[in-house]
Structures are given as structure tokens and as C-alpha cells.
């Protein structure tokens, strides 16, 4: 990476990438769009790297959204083609990506951890969209996620009020996966990387494109009917991993997934 404000680490087939502007609570300034778009391109590319992780630096803030001193100087809106943070409009991405929200989680650090597909946060962690307390709205995919993700009437209110939603009301409301209490939290991110990596990878992969695919079908009935053709599926049934996941089973022994 060119920039770093935004930090990877690949260890055990897990792709770490962290926001690494802590005096400014991990505020994304332009060049820091573009560098995660590297970093998801690279996650995306790399067929050795199976989960991704975002966090953010330091004790205090995962991201607190835009940096607005940065932004102010132009008139522009700099996202790069794969919309905010690199990850918005990222629609095709097949690997699961984590974030770990640790402290402060606003504006667009918020859009950032919709973005993902499981959020894991502390008990420390505050979500919130605050966009029009300021004159802005949340066009980086805030609105329309947290629709879609909790519903209209959840929704609505942290929409049009921008109040602060803290991690156990997160967790009741929906879009948060797993809060975690006292020190434990990089060991509970830990644990669920290594659940996922014990997966067969193209299953973990062809699991969430599929979820995806269904979701834009009219109808459960319709997701339900069109998976056997949908191409995915046609990966899985012509898998090697596909026919060693039951054969290590019958023979009681752990499972050489190929990933293919």
C-alpha cells in the first residue's frame, strides 16, 4: 500500500486491514478511498486470502466517517468506482469480510461497516449516521443498507433523527452480529476467522454469493426455484471440495479442502 493511513497484514489465509488515522479518529480522507479499494482488489485477486477484517486504529474510534476539513477543499465527491471506502458498490466480492468495531462508528465508518457482512463490536462501540445534523446525507450506502438490513420502521428513526445507537441496541435492532465484553474482543474476531477458515473455502464463497443472488429474487419461492441454475451452484456440484467434505466424514478424518 502507497498509503499509510490504511495499514494490511495477511497472516492464515485472513487479510487485516486497519484504518490507521487515530489522532483523527480513522476519519477517511480521499487518498484513503482510493487505498482500500487496493486493498480489496488484493482481498478480491488473491485466492490464498479467504476472510478480511477491517478495523480501525487505536482505543477510541473504528472510523468517525469523513474527514469533512479534507473534503470541504473540494467540491468533488473522490470515491473510486467501487464506491465508498472501496467496499460500498463492491458487489461482487464472494469472500467474507468482518468488521471490528471497537469505540466510535459514524458517518461513513458506519456506511464501511453495513458495507461488510458481519459486524462484531465491542461493548464500547456507537453507531450512528449523523449526516443530516450537519446538512448531508448518507449517500455512501448508509440509507439504504440500514433499510434493508433492519427494516423501514427500525430504521427510520437513527435515519432522520442521526442519534447514536449503542452496541447492545445495535445487537437487538439487527445489524450487528456478536457484541463482545471485556477483553476478549480480538480473540472473539479471532475465533470467528478460524470457524470460517475450518469451512471449505468455496462453499464459504458460493454460501454468501448465493444469499446475495436470493436477495434480489421477487420471492423466496423464486430464490428457492432458480438456485440450481443459478452458475454457483454448478460450481459446487462439479467441486472436488464437494465430494471430500462427505468422503473425510465417512472416513472420520479431517477434510483437504482444494478450494475448488
Partial sequence: MTDNRILTQSEGGVLTVT?????????????MHMALEEAFDRFAADEKLLVCVVKGAGERAFCAGSDLTEFATDGSTPYPS????GIAQRFDLDKPVIAAVHGICLGGGFELALSCDMIIASEQALFGLPEPKVGLIAIGGGIHRLVRQIG?????????????????????MGFV?????????????AELCG????????????????AMWGLDQPTLADAMAHQASHPSFRRWIA????RE???????????LWKGH
Fill in 19 to 31: 484504518l490507521n488515522r487515530p489522532e483523527k479518529l480513522n476519519a477517511i480522507t480521499p487518498d
Fill in 82 to 85: 467501487s464506491g465508498y471506502a
Fill in 152 to 172: 423501514i420502521k427500525q430504521a427510520m428513526g437513527p435515519l432522520l433523527t442521526g442519534r447514536n445507537i449503542a452496541a447492545r441496541e445495535a445487537l437487538e
Fill in 177 to 189: 452480529s456478536e457484541v463482545v465484553s471485556g477483553d476478549g474482543f480480538d480473540d472473539a474476531v
Fill in 195 to 210: 470457524q470460517i477458515l475450518a469451512n471449505a473455502p468455496l462453499a464459504v464463497r458460493l454460501t454468501k454469493e448465493l
Fill in 239 to 242: 467441486a472436488e471440495d464437494t
Fill in 245 to 255: 467434505g462427505p468422503n473425510a466424514f465417512a472416513e472420520k478424518r479431517t477434510p
